[in-house]
Each structure stands twice: as structure tokens, then as C-alpha cells.
């Protein structure tokens, strides 16, 4: 149940005409009321003596009756409530009771206390109705109406369980602003997939994404043809923006512009400084952005810093977690942005959904997430994907550890009852996870058609050392179909000088793997990240395949020197 108060006006008989006719948007069927403040208003829907200005006469007859100088600018309050369209339709009873709660909680009426305003609940569709009232008692007092919205809010939460309707998540505040009716009919009439404020909205954040600079910022923002105004202080310095799509326009053939902030809390220009003032790098650090990285070495930073941002998540202080969370939200637009074509729409399906869960009440402390940070800026400078080979490995290994983050963040929200953003976390997971499985198809084929052509000695050494270093998982992973995948990355670890047995041991006990479609294909992305090696299974040695004779003798007579990383690559594979 959606409870939304909109505008207050100074015209009853304007909306009442709303209220009671065809519809701008979609269509009235038999509108009329379903309850009022004395239950006994005239309805001109359904009785054919009574009339519109007759209905609102007596809603603003309190307003008449006290001065002109006392009189509210706006009096006209209007609440729309609407239920989902999997709920039941609740017949006009249950309506009426829904209106009479709603105006109680709001601070409209008080029946307990015998006095209220008047007002009037229209019904002229299955799943929603209007409340208008008058914001003027009969003795000439005025409600006190401080968060309204709040009440009405908790009210709908106690409705839909005591009449079995979907439940809906609290909200707390920090969400973004919704689009309103007249902004969503707006797009359906302009054939918009989205509503502007959506639109700019996401421009913005993918704009924000990395950038280290108001200059850089506005600079994106115009390279992505939005019309910008600023405004300055008396001293010139730069208080605030707002943004407008060009073909978005009023009835006065005016563009709309929007306030960041009204675009989101976290898009305003003193919170988007907050993200810059963090990013005081060291000349080491500056001098390794002096060159812009390839697509594939931007995933694999990506990975990384998504790796290590687990630990922090689950385990970090709240503010420094709050901090890796809203900079996931960065490393997302930026990998959305530069995707290849298969992979581009659920990634930004996930962005989109992860943007609630990148904000909460617990503060960000900026700073901390700088590796993100900077890895959402690398995906930005290294351009769009090809989507293949290397390309493709290196975006399908990023995608999985940012999934594992984003499950950890659901987990961090739902511990501190963040119930909206939690919802949003595994909204986004789900399309992280199909974006996972479009971008690896490839490649994990290519590593499969690999493991199938290792020499039946190789192979049955591999699933030695995967029993004896995972007993628990072994038998679940040799009936996977990625099992082959992931017996040519064990070989080719131990080929670049890593004990395999300890990469397997360390994959699985740093990160649990009940979540994983998979577990073959997610310990493939893990062991390739820890022990740095190709993406694409480059690395693995011919001489490993089938019917190769120096593979037999190499099988035959045991591993060269397993047990330690080589040096200088401890550091890399190791999980922290």
C-alpha cells in the first residue's frame, strides 16, 4: 500500500472536477465516495440530486467562515492511497476504513475527540483512492501537519497486515525522490523508458563516478549533453547545480531543471566535494594514473578492490564500511558504462537497483574507500570492453567478486535492519549474478575445452589435490560441468609456481561459497585472481594436453616444487 500526499492547492472544485471525471491519464470508472467526515457528504457519482459544487461548499465552509487574513494560502490537502497490482481488490468498506485511518494518522481528523476537518475519500478505480480535505476545522483551528507523510507511511505498514496485502519495506529517509504521477505520464507520452528525473539521476551518478574534480565532474556532465546551471556566492564561489535533459521541456517550452539534490541526497554538490576531499593520493599513486590502464587491467584492480573490500564489509568499522558501500555503487556505473554489449544491460539493471543500498543513516567516512574509488576511475580511463578473451575473463572475474561484495552488503544491511536496503543489495545481485554468467560463458568455455584435453594422469592428479584440499566440496565439484575449467586453472597454478592445494584451501575458507550457482566456476575466478594469472587460461602449458609425451613423464614423476609461491608473488596471492 502506497500512501503519497501530494501538493496542497487552493482550488476543491478543480480537483473534485478530477476527482469525478474521465481521467487525464488513465481512465475513472464510476467514481464516488466511500467515506467522509460526517459519513454523510453529498456523492455526486452516485446520486443524481447532489453536484459537485454542492460536495465542495461544505469541504470549505470552515475556510468561508474565519477571516481573509486568517485563512491558509493552501488549503487543499490530497492524499492518493494505491495498493500493488498483485494485491486484492478491497471492496468499497474496506476503502472507506483505509481513508478513515489514514486521515486520523495524518492529523486531518481525530473521531476519538469528536472534531477534524472535513474532507472526502473518492473512489473511480479498483486499486487506489483520493483524500481531499480542508486544512480548517469548524472552530477555526488549524491541524498541526508535521511529518503527515511519516504517519500516513507507518499507517499503511499496520493496513497491510491487518488486510493481508503485499508488505512493503519502512522507509527511512535516504532514498532518493521518487518520480511523481505527472512525471511518470509525462515519459509514457514521450515514449521514455525512464522519467527525466531517473534519467538525470543516473547521468549524474555515472558523472560523479571517479571523478576528482569539479571541473572533471561539469566537464562529463556536458559530455553527456545535459544543459547545466550553476549557482555562485557574491564571492563567486560555487554553491550548487542543477541539470536538465534538453528535450525535456515545460508547457512554456522551458527546460526542466533539477537540483542534484533533489536528484539524490547523495548527488548535492557539498556531498559529492565530500568523495573529492578523500582523494588527497599520495605521487606514487598519481603518477600510477599518469597512463590510462587497458580494459582487461582495470577488471583485474576491480577485482581486487572488490576482494578486499569484503573483509571491511563484514568486519570493518560502520563508517568505513558505510564508506566501500556507497563506492561500490561508483565501481557499478563505471563497469556498466564501459560493458560490453551482452553484459550491459543487467550491469546496469544492477546499478540501478544498487543505488538505494549505497545509501543509510550510518555516515560514510571518505577516505577509506579509495582502492574503490580509484577502481571505478580505472574502468572509466580504460574504456569500453570487447568482451572477449582476456577482455572478457578480466570483467567476468570483477563481476563475481563484486557479487560476493554485494551479498556481504546485504548481509551488513540486514543486520542493522536497513529493510530497503537489503531489498536493493539482492535486487542487484541477481542481475550481477546474470551478468556473471553472460560475461564467463565465453571464456570458462574456452578453460573447459583446456581441462578436457589434459592427459588422463594430469587429471586424476588434480582431483587428488582437490579431495585432500577440499574433502567437504570435492564430490559437489567433480559433478559440476565447470570442474574441468577449474582443473586446467589448478595446473596452471602450479605451473607459475604456486601450491595449488593451499590456493584451493584459501579460496574457499576466506569466502563462503553457499551462494554460488557454481562453486567450480567461482573458485576458477578466485585461484586466477590470488595467484595473478591469465584470465583466459593463456598460461596453461602445451605440454600438459592429451597424448603429449613430456606430459606423461611429468605426470609420472610428481609436481616440481609445489610448495611455495615464487618470489615476489606471495604478496598477490595470498588473501587478506
Known amino acids: 500500500m502506497i500512501p503519497r500526499i501530494q501538493k496542497r492547492g487552493q482550488r476543491t472544485i478543480g480537483l473534485l472536477y478530477y476527482l469525478y471525471g474521465p481521467g487525464k491519464f488513465e481512465e475513472h470508472t464510476d467514481p464516488h465516495l466511500v467515506a467522509s467526515w460526517d459519513h454523510n457528504a453529498p456523492d455526486p457519482g452516485r446520486d443524481a440530486t447532489a453536484t459537485l459544487k454542492q460536495l465542495q461548499q461544505l469541504l470549505d465552509q470552515p475556510v468561508e467562515n474565519i477571516d481573509q487574513a486568517q485563512r491558509p494560502k493552501k488549503h487543499v490537502w490530497h492524499l492518493s492511497v494505491r495498493n500493488g497490482g498483485e494485491d486484492r481488490i478491497l471492496t468499497d468498506e474496506e476503502w472507506g476504513d483505509v481513508a478513515r485511518r489514514m486521515v486520523a494518522a495524518a492529523g486531518i481528523d481525530d473521531p476519538e475527540a469528536g472534531a477534524g476537518c472535513r474532507w ?29 507523510a511519516h504517519r500516513v507511511q507507518a499507517q499503511a505498514r499496520a493496513l ?50 571517479g571523478a576528482r574534480s569539479e571541473a572533471e565532474f561539469f566537464d562529463r556532465l556536458a559530455a553527456a549533453g545535459l544543459l547545466i546551471r550553476t549557482r555562485e556566492a557574491p564571492s563567486g564561489d560555487l554553491l550548487g547545480y542543477k541539470v536538465a535533459l534538453p528535450d525535456d521541456r515545460n508547457k512554456d517550452g522551458e527546460p526542466v531543471f533539477y537540483p542534484g539534490v533533489r ?9 559529492i566535494r565530500e568523495r573529492w576531499s578523500a582523494d588527497q593520493t599520495s605521487s606514487t599513486d598519481a603518477a600510477s594514473r599518469a597512463t590510462a590502464p587497458s580494459p582487461s587491467a582495470a577488471r583485474r584492480r576491480t577485482a581486487s578492490a572488490a576482494w578486499t573490500a569484503i573483509t571491511v564489509v563484514e568486519n570493518g568499522d560502520d563508517a568505513v564500511a558505510a564508506a566501500h558501500i556507497a563506492a561500490v555503487g561508483e565501481v557499478l556505473d563505471a563497469l556498466a558504462k564501459t560493458s560490453a554489449a551482452h553484459t550491459r544491460r543487467e550491469l546496469r539493471d544492477a546499478a540501478f537497483a544498487f543505488e538505494r543500498a549505497s545509501r543509510s543513516h550510518v ?3 571518505r577516505g577509506h574507500d579509495r582502492a574503490l574509488r ?26 563475481d567478486m563484486l557479487f560476493f561484495l554485494i551479498t556481504a552488503t546485504m548481509h551488513w544491511h540486514a543486520k542493522k535492519r536497513h529493510t530497503q536496503q537489503a531489498t536493493a543489495a539482492r535486487q542487484a545481485a541477481e542481475h550481477l549474478r546474470a551478468a556473471c554468467q553472460e560475461a564467463a560463458a565465453q571464456p570458462l568455455g574456452v578453460l573447459y575445452q583446456r581441462g578436457r584435453r589434459l592427459n588422463r594422469p594430469m587429471l586424476q592428479r588434480q582431483t587428488v589435490v582437490l579431495r585432500e584440499a577440499l574433502p567437504t566440496l570435492a564430490e559437489q565439484i567433480l559433478a559440476e560441468p565447470g570442474w574441468y575449467a577449474l582443473a586446467a586453472t589448478i595446473v596452471e597454478a602450479e605451473a607459475a609456481g604456486h601450491d595449488p592445494a593451499a590456493l584451493l584451501s584459501d579460496a574457499v575458507e576466506h569466502r563462503e561459497v553457499d ?15 590470488m595467484a595473478d ?41 595470498k588473501t587478506r
Open 120 to 148: 472526502a475519500a473518492v473512489r473511480h478505480a479498483d486499486d487506489h483512492i483520493h483524500i481531499i480535505a480542508t486544512l480548517v476545522r469548524e472552530d477555526g483551528y488549524k491541524p498541526d501537519l508535521d511529518n503527515d
Open 160 to 209: 497491510e497486515a491487518e488486510l493481508g496485502l503485499r508488505r512493503l519495506n519502512k522507509g527511512d529517509g535516504t532514498a532518493a525522490k521518487r518520480p511523481t504521477s505527472a512525471e511518470r505520464h509525462k515519459a509514457q507520452r514521450q515514449g521514455r523508458e525512464r522519467t527525466a528525473r531517473e534519467e538525470l539521476r543516473e547521468t549524474v551518478r555515472r558523472a560523479v563516478t
Open 263 to 271: 536528484l539524490a541526497p547523495d548527488l548535492s554538490l557539498p556531498r
Open 363 to 365: 555516515r560514510a567516512e
Open 374 to 399: 580509484q577502481a571505478a576511475r580505472d574502468l572509466v580511463h580504460g574504456g569500453p570492453a570487447l568482451g572477449r578473451g582476456e577482455d572478457g575473463a578480466s570483467t567476468a572475474m570483477a563481476i
Open 515 to 529: 551462494t554460488a550457482g557454481s562453486v567450480s566456476d567461482v573458485l576458477v575466478w578466485r585461484m586466477r585472481r
Open 533 to 573: 594469472l591469465p584470465a583466459d587460461g593463456s598460461g596453461l602449458p602445451d605440454n600438459y594436453t592429451t597424448g603429449n609425451p613430456s606430459t606423461k613423464r611429468r605426470a609420472a614423476s610428481g609436481p616440481s616444487a609445489p610448495g611455495r609461491r615464487r618470489s615476489g608473488e606471495e604478496a598477490s596471492g
